[in-house]
């Protein structure tokens, strides 16, 4: 089950950053709260952490959540939905994630061809599980008119297999 929840969030980490590629002449809709600019820096020891997904899960169940990906200064700008520039007040669970996808495996076809499966290769997360999940991190952010930039530092480098 643990691998499951770990796929998911890798997923999740891949979907986001095709989505915040794309973030212009979009259409707001009716029901979208009044955005707030807001940036979060994310060091790793004290270094930029470069090209992370950050994402904030509202606390409070409401619908729009926001992420992006951290430039080479560790800094994000947040975007509602992957579209919207800002983020609505209130407070958040914050995810940070960095992933690398290893080589295939070898013998894809022939794997392919005798089970059904092809085999999928070893994924790494260069930041600690704990903050790449919405149920186990620690970070948190209330954003107001007043509070909305952040910086966190998700600890030692790392380079963890995700377990399947």
């Known amino acids: 089950m643990t691998s499951l929840i770990h796929f998911r969030h890798f997923s999740l980490a891949v979907f ?6 794309g973030c212009s002449n979009t259409k707001y809709p009716n029901d979208l709260p009044k955005l707030h600019s807001c940036t979060i820096t994310i060091t790793q020891e004290n ?13 409070d169940g ?14 994000v700008v947040l975007y509602t939905h992957g579209k919207y520039k800002g983020v609505p007040l209130g407070t958040y669970k914050v995810t940070v994630n960095k992933y690398e996808i290893g080589p295939e495996k070898p013998n894809g ?22 903050y790449t999940a ?13 509070n909305r930039s952040f910086h966190f530092d998700v600890g030692s480098p790392v380079h963890i297999l995700i377990p399947k």
Do not use: R, Y
């Open 134 to 146: 919405q149920n186990k991190t620690p970070l948190e952010v209330t954003v107001t008119k007043k």
């Open 47 to 59: 270094v930029p952490l470069a090209n992370a997904n950050v994402f904030l899960i509202p606390a």
């Open 109 to 130: 076809e022939a794997t392919l061809a005798k089970t059904g499966n092809f085999p999928v290769p070893d994924a790494f997360s260069f930041v600690d599980l704990q």
């Open 62 to 75: 409401i619908k729009w959540n926001a992420g992006g990906t951290t430039d080479s200064g560790g800094k």
């Open 16 to 21: 986001a950053a095709c989505t915040f590629a």
